[in-house]
């Protein structure tokens, strides 16, 4: 599968941004999505995932209550909805698919990688 990500740039603290990550493929559905960020100079980190039905979410403790994440199967994409956005948020942001169960939270563990966006957030 190939993904593609877009949505990012610049907005300032407080506001709010959209991501999308356009997948590839007839099988979208069998794939657990997630999102990353990596800042400069720190390792990529998990930031969300989403089950193959959209059911079960889960998110790292400095998003959760910020950020949504969502998927639509029939459009063959995920989303980020990213609120209340801090300087710390800023990074550059990766969708990535999983074709394994769920949960994953691990990059290494996630199968394929969309060529990331950049939100930059500022004060």
């Known amino acids: 599968v190939q993904l593609q990500a877009f949505g990012g740039g610049l907005v300032q603290s407080g506001g709010s941004l959209r991501l999308s990550c356009a997948a590839s493929?007839?099988?979208?559905?069998?794939?657990?999505m997630g999102w990353f960020r990596q800042a400069p100079g720190k390792e990529r980190e998990f930031v969300a995932g989403?089950?193959?039905?959209?059911?079960?979410?889960d998110y790292i403790d400095s998003v959760k209550g910020r950020f949504s994440i969502s998927r639509d199967n029939a459009k063959n994409t995920v989303y980020l909805q990213m609120s209340s956005l801090k300087p710390e948020d800023t990074a550059v942001y990766y969708c990535a698919a999983r074709a394994s169960s769920w949960p994953a939270y691990s990059d290494n563990r996630y199968d394929y990688w969309g060529q990331g966006t950049l939100v930059t957030v500022s004060s």
């Open positions: 989403i089950s193959w039905s959209g059911g079960t979410s």
């Open positions: 493929g007839r099988t979208f559905s069998r794939y657990i």
